[in-house]
């Protein structure tokens, strides 16, 4: 009984799935976890345990097909497994479609092969799968985008543009960034439609001069580049806008789920990331980051990028499609010039590389030069995929690295301290209420088990508790002046001093300390 190729990429999918799982399980139990992860279960714990209004909490926090990604999980799974799991299983289905789109077009194992090591070895593709971030789902629709794209040129058929533009909101929705994306197809979709014309001439400069010398292929010209800008544009920018709309009704702010460290884990990670960063060691980071230098090591970390550039050497149009994500990159460090690239935007190069070998591998005819190539580049690669995790910016990223290798988190970004004061919060009388600001506190409430004793921002009595705490919660949760993120709350030691001149009846007692936190007993 022969089994299909189908059967077996199933089976090695399910395979990845157990491997990334019992990867982040691992991991997970040594001590490893981020600000992502975190974020997700504390805002799944209150909707599914929270008491008071959660709608915005569940509408509006982003970005939001991540965070609903661990719902399913949330429920069924571990509460501080669900985002892991998601990752593991999700970056699983990435390697199934790759692998499917693979085995359609030829059937040398070779390239199959490559595609498993590097899903099983890279430190990039190790992190999206086993980190519990949104980096799987950024992989899985950044690669089907450029897949409908690449198909689109090859059958000239809109329906795959549909798809990618499809594709492309839930990519915005996943990583809001990615709309800057589009910039780059303005002007590539005009190269698109010419590409489209039915004509003899092949070079695209020449197919021009002849659509705007005849009046038929001027309109024709004109009529399709129009077309492709609806298609691919349209329901991106809709889709942003009704968003926005929701926002702006449920939070009275357009960019609420951009701007408030309330609807987004990254607002508040960012700026704090960056703040310490080039604090203390700014003059050998800032270099590091300058413009020019930000798509050469797009290529250093992913030189297979170009191999898939030189297979495409001879269509234009398709190799400023492949040169959209450098644009990509070098806009967003202008734009974000107080935010570090994360590993993400790095990782999508290898994605695109490997989609690029998988069109073009079976048109190549010296087989044995290009699978030397790869044999090459693929230990490059791992290699590079290491240095940058190990070398990054952001310490989250390095603490992974870190863990996978000597199996113990780095003292840099460890969350002990949230853990401990959460195990103390899980330890009061289940009657008692605490108040507490999520902006920074969403490391603790992951791992409270009852949110319920919590008072919250998004409850309608937090403002009133704010001002007379007595008669609303039993405790008090404060950041420490020594907490980095201390000057992002309300609850912090300068908020102690205005409530007892406010109120000088108010009897505050310390039941808890540490570097990071105090908690404070209300004596009634």
Not at 192 to 218: G, H, T, V
Request: glycine share 2%.
């Amino acid at each position: 009984m022969r089994f299909s190729k189908s059967f077996f990429l199933v089976l090695i999918t399910l395979f990845l799935a157990i491997y990334y799982l019992v990867c982040g399980a691992y991991l997970n139990k040594l001590g490893y976890t981020n600000a992502e992860s975190l974020f997700y279960i504390e805002k799944a714990r209150i909707v599914f345990d929270g008491v008071g209004n959660r709608i915005k909490v569940m509408g509006l926090t982003s970005p939001i097909f991540p965070f609903y990604a661990t719902f399913i999980f949330f429920i069924t799974c571990s509460k501080m497994l669900a985002p892991v799991i998601a990752s593991a299983i999700g970056t699983a289905i990435l390697f199934n479609i790759m692998a499917g789109t693979l085995v359609k077009r030829f059937n040398d194992d070779f390239y199959l092969l490559i595609l498993l090591i590097l899903f099983m070895l890279h430190p990039g593709i190790l992190y999206a799968a086993c980190s519990g971030k949104s980096i799987y789902l950024v992989l899985i629709f950044f690669y089907l985008f450029f897949l409908n794209i690449l198909k689109f040129y090859k059958s000239n058929t809109t329906f795959h543009i549909s798809i990618a533009s499809i594709c492309l909101v839930v990519l915005v929705f996943c990583d809001y960034k990615f709309i800057w994306l589009t910039l780059f197809f303005i002007p590539l979709v005009l190269s698109i439609a010419i590409q489209s014309l039915n004509l003899s001439e092949k070079e695209s400069i020449f197919r021009l001069f002849l659509s705007f010398n005849s009046p038929s292929l001027r309109r024709k010209l004109i009529s399709k580049t129009f077309a492709l800008y609806i298609i691919i544009f349209i329901l991106p920018i809709a889709s942003v806008i009704v968003f926005k709309l929701l926002n702006l009704t449920h939070a009275n702010d357009l960019n609420y789920f951009l701007e408030s460290p309330y609807a987004t884990w990254n607002v508040l990670s960012e700026r704090v990331n960056f703040d310490q960063i080039t604090s203390t060691r700014a003059s050998t980071i800032i270099p590091q980051e300058i413009s020019l230098l930000i798509s050469l090591k797009a290529l250093v970390f992913c030189p297979m990028i170009i191999l898939a550039i030189y297979l495409f050497r001879r269509s234009t149009y398709q190799i400023l499609t492949l040169l959209t994500p450098f644009g990509l990159i070098e806009f967003l460090h202008i734009k974000y010039d107080k935010v570090f690239l994360s590993y993400e935007y790095y990782l999508i190069f290898l994605v695109l590389a490997l989609l690029c070998i998988t069109f073009k591998a079976q048109l190549i005819h010296r087989q044995k030069i290009l699978k030397l190539a790869l044999i090459i580049l693929v230990p490059i690669q791992i290699f590079t995929g290491y240095l940058f995790l190990a070398k990054s910016n952001l310490p989250e990223e390095r603490n992974f690295i870190t863990t996978l290798l000597i199996r113990k988190p780095s003292s840099i970004d460890n969350q002990d301290s949230n853990r401990d004061i959460s195990y103390y919060l899980n330890g009061l009388p289940s009657n008692s209420n605490v108040l507490v600001d999520d902006a920074i506190a969403y490391p603790v409430i992951a791992y409270v088990n009852n949110v319920k004793q919590l008072t919250m921002p998004y409850q309608d009595e937090f403002s009133s508790a704010i001002e007379s705490p007595q008669k609303y919660d039993d405790y008090i949760l404060v950041a420490t002046a020594k907490n980095i993120v201390t000057g992002y709350t309300q609850l912090n030691n300068k908020y102690i001093a205005i409530i007892k001149l406010a109120n000088s009846a108010l009897n505050l007692r310390t039941v808890y300390q540490s570097d990071d936190w105090i908690l404070y007993r209300i004596e009634k």
